[in-house]
């Protein structure tokens, strides 16, 4: 079993970047893949991209990739979500997950979520 903290959230002018960063307990982070996705208000939660377990391979979506990466340090139980070129259209509630499928981006297939970090971007 795995705990995710994510962290970094906040407030961001379009154009600028933010990078937010996902903790994980336990001995086993480094078996799991792992996930980003967002939600944002009326909509469904949106998978962003993936990572699988010993970071060698990452798939993204159409609508951040070249934008975002997603690097991981299985040392220090961490992953992170590096974003440039915000939108206002990035707003939303960013999670990490755990568990699921790199390459294939369906929240159901994650076993684990953090809580969630705000991310707005303003004009």
């Known amino acids: 079993q795995v705990q995710l903290v994510e962290f970094g959230g906040g407030s961001v002018q379009a154009g600028g970047s933010l990078r937010l960063s996902c903790a994980a307990s336990g001995r086993t982070f480094s078996t799991y893949a792992m996930g980003w996705f967002r939600q944002a208000p009326g909509k469904e939660r949106e998978f962003l991209a993936g990572?699988?377990?010993?970071?060698?391979?990452?798939s993204y979506s159409d609508s951040v990739k070249g934008r975002f990466t997603i690097p991981r340090d299985n040392a220090k139980n961490t992953v992170s979500l590096q974003m440039n070129s915000l939108t206002l259209e990035d707003t939303a509630v960013y999670y990490c997950?755990?568990?699921?499928?790199?390459?294939?981006?369906?929240?159901?297939?994650?076993?684990?979520w953090g809580q969630g970090t705000q991310v707005t971007v303003s004009s």
């Open positions: 997950a755990a568990g699921g499928s790199w390459n294939h981006g369906r929240a159901r297939d994650y076993n684990y």
């Open positions: 990572i699988n377990w010993s970071g060698g391979l990452t």
